[in-house]
């Protein structure tokens, strides 16, 4: 069974930086684009990032782009994300997700990370 | 980019009973829509791809329709663990963008 496990999360300081991690297991992860989706507090999902199989290529949300920064190391099946300048409205739990074959939709969801901006 | 609306934004609903879920693009995503269903707490579970296709391990009575600008996500007979927000998303061109959720509860 395909399994992705986050760990970076925690509480910041607004301005902050932290770094998330994403471990992937059971599919061959060099093969997969990848995800970074959020849920604020009482809010809907939102797309952050998405990153190529082969990390050449990446997008982002216009309200992340410019702090963070989405990778991989295919070598140790792993999804990094990068974020800088943090702000209270950064505040979410952030999903890693494996996009299925395509250009398609997610398929699989990893637990989440909770990210706290906060003084 | 596309936008994604979805109606109604609540529902209450008896076990039993027939769900229908609307969502709509601001423009043409051909068959280019998933659903999936979010309960507090816990990861986002993907339910449906490619507007009608059910992912592996769905209950049956999950279905999708539509194409287009306009979808529908049916739950024939809602179940207890059927409660949940279910948002649908387009992954037709970047941004790939979510509607704001349907919050499924108990009536």
């Known amino acids: 069974e395909v399994q992705l496990v986050e760990s970076g999360g925690g509480l910041v300081q607004p301005g902050g930086s932290l770094r998330l991690s994403c471990a992937a297991s059971e599919f061959t992860f060099s093969g997969y684009w990848m995800h970074w989706v959020r849920q604020a507090p009482g809010k809907g999902l939102e797309c952050v990032s998405r990153?190529?199989?082969?990390?050449?290529?990446?997008t982002y949300a216009d309200s992340v782009q410019g702090r963070f920064t989405i990778s991989r190391d295919n070598a140790k099946n792993t999804l990094f994300l990068q974020m800088n300048s943090l702000r209270a409205d950064d505040t979410a739990v952030y999903y890693c997700a494996r996009e299925s074959r395509g250009p398609s939709a997610v398929d699989y969801w990893g637990q989440g990370a909770l990210v706290t901006v906060s003084s | 980019d596309i936008q994604m609306t979805q109606s109604p934004s609540s529902l209450s609903a008896s076990v039993g009973d027939r769900v229908t879920i609307t969502c709509r693009a601001s423009q043409g995503i051909a068959y280019h829509l998933a659903w999936y269903q979010k309960k507090p707490g816990k990861a986002p579970k993907s339910l449906i791809y490619?507007?009608?296709s059910l992912r592996s391990g769905v209950p049956s009575r999950f279905s999708g329709s539509g194409s287009g600008t306009d979808f529908t996500l049916t739950i024939s007979s809602l179940q207890p663990e059927d409660f949940a927000t279910y948002y649908c998303q387009h992954y037709s061109v970047l941004p790939f963008t979510f509607g704001p959720g349907t919050k499924v509860d108990i009536k």
């Open positions: 990153i190529n199989p082969d990390g050449s290529s990446a």
């Open positions: 490619a507007a009608s």
